[in-house]
Each structure stands twice: as structure tokens, then as C-alpha cells.
């Protein structure tokens, strides 16, 4: 005969508490948000704060090396500030230790995306059955492809499940 052992009924609150704290299964990936506050300051000034780790380290280095003219504005920092943000965005980028690889998926090594768009894991992802349109994203209020929070009320927090 088998023994069979059951959870005592006291043990039910605190189970059911960590049942509720663990985070549901994700459809989207989950990164760290960004936690530097200069970081934080300078880049969500003109735009949402994406997560380093939506890019490599050697993107965000093509992207803060060029900061004069970043994606058609003059975006530019004083040294000590563009040295501040690279290291962060480099130190927490995809391919960093810290990052979640996942999303360079399909990507060249030699490749050097600087808009998450052209990631094939942001193309699997939204342009599986005509998912993401023209028409979808102005229904949603984004104003251009990479507007995550259109679609994903967390995405400045690192979370990119399907709010849809």
C-alpha cells in the first residue's frame, strides 16, 4: 500500500500566496527594466524606455556613438553622460551576461539592428498571420512600429506579454 501525504490545511495560505506571487507564463520575453536614473532620465526624454535588453552590446554601442543624428534627431549628451548610458545599455544589453539572449535569435553575429523591428524575433513575433499591421497599430495609438507600449502597457518595465 502506498502512503499518500497531503499539504496540511494550514499550509494552504502561504502555498496559495506563492502560487499568486509567481509570475503567470509569458508570451512575450521578460527583461530588466532600466534601473540607472541618468539612463533613465536621458532616454525616456524624447521616447519609451526601451529595455537594454531588447539589443546586443554592439548596437547600442552604434547607436550612442552616433547620438547627433539618432534616428533623424540631435540626441546628443555631454561625454561623461553618452560614456554613462553606453556602459549601462552595454553592461545589460541581450548578449550580456545579465541579458536574455532570446531575442538575438536568428540574428547574425555580424548584425548590428539598431531598431528592435529589424530583430527576426520581433518579426516571428509580430508579423506571424499579418498579426501586426498598419491599421492594428493605429487602432492601438502607436505611432510607429517600435511603439511598445501601444500593445504592451508594461514595456518600459521589461514585460512583453500580448495585452491585446
Known amino acids: 500500500m502506498t502512503k499518500t ?9 502561504a502555498l496559495a500566496a506563492v502560487l499568486l506571487a509567481a509570475p503567470l507564463a509569458a508570451d512575450g520575453p ?8 541618468v539612463v533613465a532620465k536621458e532616454c525616456s526624454a524624447c521616447h519609451m524606455l526601451y529595455p537594454a535588453g531588447l539589443l546586443p552590446a554592439r548596437s547600442w554601442a552604434a547607436i550612442t556613438a552616433n547620438l547627433t543624428d539618432h534616428f533623424g534627431d540631435n540626441a546628443e549628451l555631454d561625454a561623461a553622460t553618452t560614456q554613462r548610458v553606453a556602459d ?3 553592461a545589460n544589453a541581450a548578449d550580456s551576461a545579465k541579458g536574455s539572449g532570446k531575442v538575438l535569435r536568428g540574428l547574425g553575429p555580424a548584425a548590428v539592428p539598431t531598431r528592435i523591428t529589424e530583430l527576426p524575433w520581433w518579426t516571428r513575433k509580430h508579423d506571424k498571420k499579418d498579426r501586426i499591421t498598419l491599421a492594428t497599430l493605429a487602432r492601438k495609438g502607436a505611432k510607429f512600429k517600435g511603439d511598445c507600449k501601444a500593445c504592451h502597457a508594461d514595456a518600459e518595465r521589461g ?3 500580448d495585452d491585446e
Open 159 to 161: 514585460i512583453f506579454d
Open 5 to 13: 501525504s497531503f499539504l496540511p490545511i494550514a499550509a494552504a495560505p
Open 30 to 37: 521578460r527583461l530588466s527594466p532600466i534601473k540607472d536614473p
Open 88 to 90: 549601462y545599455l552595454a
